[in-house]
């Protein structure tokens, strides 16, 4: 399974679009066995869920995420976690016990609003 994460270094970032990078953690038998940083190519409205996608993530997790990212992610069967905080590590071994669950707080007025293509 693989995970990713929205980052701003080592953090959960608050909007997934603009994150710096994503860190993909790649999990056995509920276990982090590798963890790869890849840039942010770009906030391009409708391509980063597939770009994700294509890596092989399963899941995403960032602080918050607009609603055509997440119906993006919900099409490609990629189980999205939003309302995460702190640091990105942390956040996957939380999601891995069963302890880090969605708020479904969905982005629709914030500081890039207009540039989501929502």
Known sequence: MKIAVATEGQNVTEHFG?????????????????????????????????????RGVEVIISGGMGGRAIDLFNERNIEVIVGASGDART????YLKGELETTGSVCHEHKYHGECGE
């Open 18 to 54: 603009h994150c710096e990078s994503f860190m993909i953690y790649e999990v056995e038998n509920g276990e982090i066995v590798k963890e790869e940083i890849v840039q942010n190519p770009g906030h391009k409205p409708g391509f980063l869920p597939n770009f994700l996608a294509d």
């Open 91 to 94: 956040a996957v071994v939380s």
